[in-house]
């Protein structure tokens, strides 16, 4: 019988939070005020406890919110479906409407009353008074739609609103400017395109910004969120870490953790391990900025179709897996929380005609890692042997072990030391909890999370 073998004495990085993106959702389920059956609870408080609530959810630690560029408000631009669209609190260059985008607002506060210490404000698009076209998206592909005069009126809007929601209690912690800078954005979303020279004069403004404001003391840039791990994230990070004033105030290189291979098999082939090119990358930031930390600030499986089950889940694991151990990550956050769309996207799924909600495997599996690796873990060497992938985090006498078996086939391993307690996530169970025993059978395309006393090894 294999064992599982632990080696808590090596040990990498130190582990921040879970997070999910409230773009999209938020602003129509935060309206969702009458009862859920099952709970007895106001559906909109259900499924932020279901997120954010560390007893009766999944413990997720960071909210992502989305600045909108205004587009609800304007009805201009192309936007399939129409949920994409998302408003701006400005009605001048100097006056704003904190009443707007109030759903939005209601689900962020209450993912912040429900546990989520950390919330980022992050931008798709810049307000459509200070964009080229009087649009959130571009009418031609590859072309910034924000002029540089326009720089420090977008900052001052973007740092307002965070003074804004700091004084009413929102631990606003990041502000991120820029959102997948590399892509076209002509439509279907807000989004803003930016050459790598661009971003850093963006964020030189953000960061002295900052440093005039007193009020916004501890406040970080997130950036650059590329959109693919293969593209151009080398060019943007050296160039955004070699200005000394915008490191300061970067904590993290942040990036998504999309790999989108084109169904051509030649290419494929070419451009095709996900693996090699994040080893290449991690080792770049080593090299060029010491200490540095990588951070996965978006992700989702992009993958037709509504999926409940655990193919998704099980994908998803596999890429927080490799984010958490190859790019040693200190951060890890999902796209969006609900979907509403036959896609593989978010942990629920929402039906807005029955304004109803569904679970998924993939909420259950990003719960297996987000309710028990605790803020300030440090991860450990785990060996779970040739069938299993596993990751294993510390803190405070106690180890939490989540491992993987993507097989069609259970595996029986030994367990080391004094097994605590043991939750299964498969196509039969949801989190489940299971007897501690010493011998434990994973069962197949399963995501098991084993919390263990300290000093478990071997």
């Not at 909109?44 to 413990?59: A, M, N, V």
């Not at 909210?63 to 587009?71: D, F, H, I, W």
């Not at 200490?291 to 509504?306: C, L, N």
């Amino acid at each position: 019988m294999e064992k599982l073998k632990l080696n808590p004495q090596q040990t990498y990085q130190t582990f921040e939070n879970f997070g999910v993106s409230g773009a999209w959702w938020a602003q129509v389920v935060g309206g969702w005020s009458e009862t859920d059956e099952n709970s007895g609870m106001p559906k909109r408080e259900r499924i932020s406890q279901l997120l954010f609530d560390k007893e009766e959810g999944i413990g997720i630690g960071c909210y992502r919110y989305n600045l909108g560029g205004g587009s609800a408000q304007s009805g201009k631009g192309t936007y399939s479906p129409e949920c994409r669209r998302a408003e701006s609190f400005d009605i001048s260059e100097t006056e704003y409407d904190w009443s707007r985008d109030a759903n939005a607002v209601w689900m962020m506060n209450q993912a912040v009353k429900d546990g989520a210490d950390e919330v980022i404000f992050f931008v798709n698009s810049p307000p459509e008074r200070w964009t080229r076209n009087g649009k959130a998206h571009l009418d031609k592909a590859l072309h910034t739609n924000l002029a540089s005069e326009n720089y420090k009126k977008f900052t001052g809007y973007c740092l307002d609103c965070v003074e804004h929601f700091r004084a009413l209690g929102v631990p606003v912690k990041y502000i991120s400017p820029v959102n997948e800078p590399v892509w076209k954005w002509t439509g279907g979303q807000e989004g803003c395109h930016y050459r790598p020279l661009q971003v850093k004069k963006l964020l030189r403004v953000f960061a002295d910004e900052i440093d005039r404001r007193p009020a916004l003391k501890g406040l970080k840039i997130s950036g650059a969120e590329n959109g693919d791990i293969r593209w151009f994230n080398k060019t943007y990070c050296r160039i955004m870490l070699g200005d000394k004033k915008i490191r300061a105030k970067v904590d993290a290189v942040d990036t998504h953790s999309y790999f989108i291979t084109p169904p051509i098999p030649v290419i494929s082939s070419f451009i095709g391990n996900r693996e090699a090119f994040m080893k290449r990358y991690r080792r770049y930031v080593d090299r060029r900025f010491p200490g540095f930390a990588i951070k996965t600030s978006e992700w989702t499986h992009m993958q037709g179709g509504r999926d409940y089950g655990m193919d998704s889940a099980l994908e998803q694991t596999k890429i927080m897996m490799e984010d958490l151990s190859i790019l040693n990550v200190t951060s890890w956050q999902l796209w969006i929380a609900l979907s509403n769309v036959d896609y593989c996207d978010g942990l629920i799924y929402e039906n807005d005609d029955t304004r109803t909600f569904e679970m998924t495997k993939r909420y259950y599996a990003f719960g297996n890692f987000s309710k028990f690796i605790e803020k300030g873990s440090v991860r450990f060497d785990v060996d779970p042997g040739p069938a299993l992938k596993a990751v294993g985090f510390a803190k405070g006498g106690r180890q939490a072990v989540v491992a993987a078996n993507p097989g069609e086939s259970e595996v029986t391993l030994e367990l080391p030391g004094s097994v605590k307690e043991i939750y299964v996530t498969s196509e039969d169970k949801s989190l489940e909890k299971a007897e501690p025993v010493k011998a434990f059978t994973f069962p197949a395309k399963s995501v098991v999370t084993l919390i263990f006393e300290e000093g478990s090894a071997g």
